[in-house]
């Protein structure tokens, strides 16, 4: 029986399930905290962190190559099973290339990082001024936030390229692990 049948109850209501959690409160704490700490360090050590990174997206990229070319090679039949292993190739290159240079795989991550915050912001800014009502203001703001971001990314590039993926991380887990803390002590009795 799915939630949109007639006759469905839910087990559990929202309710029920944050008093369930109010007992479980340190643990959101205690994890908030752990993420908060690596944010920090992460900021602390922002060339060590945009290496780690890089090194974290090398080693996906080449998982992900290897498995793209094995899908390739298993599905011989499909008649565009060649570009399966053309770019589980090309992402096994990429990969391995960020392992070589990750210097050079850095700089491109920026640039990749920057011209994606400039489109988004731009994005967002188009799309706050298409709105009939409600929070434009909010929208066109963020969108400015945004484009400056990736301006202040691209101006910088390549100078600041060891610095703007570790820095960006750092910023999401003090966030994170800030908005842990925050539910947590919400949760607590």
């Known amino acids: 029986m799915s939630m949109g049948e007639p006759g469905f109850v839910p087990r559990h209501t929202l ?19 752990l993420c908060l700490a690596f944010g920090v360090l992460a900021l602390t050590m922002a060339a060590a962190s945009t290496l780690a990174i890089v090194f974290f997206v090398a080693f996906m990229l080449i998982l992900a190559g290897g498995f793209e070319i094995i899908l390739g090679f298993n599905s011989r039949d499909w008649p565009s099973f060649f570009l399966w292993v053309i770019s589980g190739l090309f992402y096994l290159v990429f990969g391995a290339f960020a392992l070589a240079q990750p210097t050079a795989a850095a700089a491109v991550l920026t640039v990749f990082a920057g011209v994606g915050f400039l489109v988004a912001g731009l994005a967002r800014i188009w799309l706050g001024f298409k709105l009939p009502a409600g929070p434009k203001a909010f929208i066109v703001f963020a969108g400015v936030v945004t484009t400056l971001l990736g301006a202040l990314i691209l101006g910088g590039w390549p100078g600041n390229t060891m610095l703007v993926l570790g820095v960006l991380f750092g910023v999401d887990m003090v966030f994170y692990g800030a908005s842990w803390i925050a539910l947590g002590l919400k949760l607590r009795p």
């Open 15 to 33: 309710g029920e399930a944050i008093e369930r959690l109010r007992s479980r409160w340190g643990w959101f704490v205690a994890y908030g905290a």
